[in-house]
């Protein structure tokens, strides 16, 4: 009997031993699980990035150089510099199409670009943007791109380059006027005068039907071209021209304030690599783009008046002229290259939004 009980007594004891390793077992190892997960998510790391970002201009006063600074301060102060900037002003191309080239290569992070360029990527619809006569105010041009037709277009490059392209946000490059060797009075004044500018396109057919020969220069080439009389006259924005001189040259002195383009540049970012930074990094790239948008539209603001101001005191003759009849020739080729590019609807909400 004793031996019996004493049995019964260690068997007793086994499985009250048994069960309080069990129980230890399972609460450790919910314990490690529940860390495991813990220590996953604190030490998950984001790893740093480095943005290459570029433009064409090469003068460090340009409203693009403003933008692109603006765009870098901001990224790096509100991701403590885990994300890291660096801003080529015309120093790895001084054409868009480089830049556009080194975009979709991998050479280039952000970069800005005209819708002239754009359109060499296959993508024709932007080219909506460069009609001239397409905006008579600033305060026209902003409602259109900060609304409808904006967001659809921002759309349309991300589709139609299969997100190789996302825009950032929307820059300007100033009104553009003409400036050759001769003051325009009259159209009549353009005739046979060569001017450079696009070459194809809505924008070369405009000049052409007001009775000017466009050229090609490269903006890097311009102010020889002008100096040497390659080119009788070219078009541009104040801050953009009068910082390169051209109104000091012979074929640039008489600045004629046509006001034919307010223009629309584009902040380009390539949408495959940006899908796979981080929501973090997502946000703050997002949030820089809309900063730099504020600072280059200030600067221009501001240098438009001021390079105007320059050029007189430089020497440079300004008239005014009447508008209207080049906006008669303008806007027939609206409606034609809007049905081309099957942008009529978006072309009537421009017209509306006056």
Known sequence: ??????????????????????????????????????????????????????????????????????????????????????????????????????????????????????????????????????????????????????????????????????????WTAGVRHYYGKEPIQEMEDLEGMSIRTQTSGVVADYWERVGAIPQSVAWGELYQALQQNVVDSSENAYPYFVQQDHHRTPNGEYITETGHDYTTRFLLINGNEFDNYSEEQQEIILKAAEASVEAEWEALYAQEDEYKEIAVEEGAEINEIDREPFIEIAEPLHDEYAAELGVEHLLEMIRDAR
């Open 1 to 170: 009997m004793k031996k019996l009980l004493l049995l019964l007594a260690a068997i007793l004891v086994a499985g009250i031993l048994t069960a309080c390793g069990d129980d230890s077992g399972e609460a450790e190892g919910s314990q490690d699980s529940e860390g495991d997960n813990d220590n996953t998510e604190a030490t998950e790391e984001v790893e740093p990035i480095k943005l290459v970002a570029a433009h064409n201009q090469t003068d460090p006063e340009n409203p693009y150089q403003d933008g692109l600074v603006e765009f870098k301060e901001v990224a790096e102060a509100e991701s403590d510099g885990q994300i890291e900037v660096e801003v080529h002003a015309g120093t790895i191309g001084t054409e868009e199409a480089e830049l556009v080239e080194k975009l979709q290569t991998g050479a280039a992070d952000v970069v800005l670009v005209s819708p002239g360029f754009m359109t060499s990527t296959g993508i024709n619809e932007v080219d909506l943007f460069a009609f001239p006569y397409l905006f008579d105010s600033y305060e026209h041009w902003e409602n259109v791109v900060t609304g409808e037709v904006g967001d659809e277009m921002a759309e349309i490059i991300n589709e139609q380059s299969n997100n190789d392209f996302k825009l950032l946000g929307y």
